[in-house]
T-cell receptor, first 114, second 110 residues
Framework: DAGITQSPRHKVTETGTPVTLRCHQT?????MYWYRQDPGHGLRLIHY???????DKGEVSDGYSVSRSKTEDFLLTLESATSSQTSVYFC?????????????FGSGTRLTVV | QKEVEQNSGPLSVPEGAIASLNCTYS??????FFWYRQYSGKSPELIMS????GDKEDGRFTAQLNKASQYVSLLIRDSQPSDSATYLC??????????FGGGTRLMVKP
């Protein structure tokens, strides 16, 4: 168990409001990721982090920002939520064992923007 | 252009049969390949990873990789109703990031 906790698990918010999702990990992993999952699209990378204060954009980063001020927390912020951001959001960590990298996902946050 | 392609299904197989799931990818530099299983409303769960050409077996699951054809597959032997789920193919490109296909929904009928 990679010790990944996402909060909240469910959230309903109104268009135009800011929203922050939290990913917390307990095992000091360097790499953390935010994905969104929509029907027919699999998982798409929003942003990722390779260390404290080190982040970069993924495939679908528009409308999202991230912060990582501590190793254990990776925050995803929707500055002004839109209906197109209604989705399931997954946080992931990656770890290297024996030169091979593996990826583990949190339980997800279901966000509805009305 | 999507880099990892899967047939969305549903793929329906009878209990006890072999289920064959396929995935193609576009980046020839891809090094690592993963199959995740995802039950409805749950997070993806890693079931197989494969890094070199050929077959890799783990219990009822066999992953097959052909880098020349840019093709990776997952075989599930003796399929059970509990195998009914969406199977996601993922490819590790540069930068320690995973790129996913859209997933194939598998239905195993008793």
């Amino acid at each position: 168990d990679a010790g990944i906790t996402q909060s909240p698990r469910h959230k309903v918010t109104e268009t135009g409001t800011p929203v922050t999702l939290r990913c917390h990990q307990t095992e000091n992993h360097r790499y953390m990721y935010w994905y969104r999952q929509d029907p027919g699209h699999g998982l798409r990378l929003i942003h990722y982090s390779y260390g404290v204060k080190d982040t970069d954009k993924g495939e679908v980063s528009d409308g999202y920002s991230v912060s990582r001020s501590k190793t254990e927390d990776f925050l995803l912020t929707l500055e002004s939520a839109t209906s197109s951001q209604t989705s399931v959001y997954f946080c992931a960590i990656s770890e290297s064992r024996g030169g091979r990298r593996s990826y583990t996902f949190g339980s997800g946050t279901r966000l509805t923007v009305v | 252009q999507k880099e990892v392609e899967q047939n969305s299904g549903p793929l329906s197989v009878p209990e006890g049969a072999i289920a064959s799931l396929n995935c193609t990818y576009s980046d020839r530099g891809s090094q690592s390949f993963f199959w995740y299983r995802q039950y409805s409303g749950k997070s993806p769960e890693l079931i197989m990873s494969i890094y070199s050409n050929g077959d890799k077996e783990d219990g009822r699951f066999t992953a097959q990789l052909n880098k020349a054809s840019q093709y990776v597959s997952l075989l599930i032997r003796d399929s059970q109703p509990s195998d009914s789920a969406t199977y996601l193919c993922a490819v590790n490109n540069a930068g320690n990031m995973l790129t996913f296909g859209g997933g194939t929904r598998l239905m195993v009928k008793p």
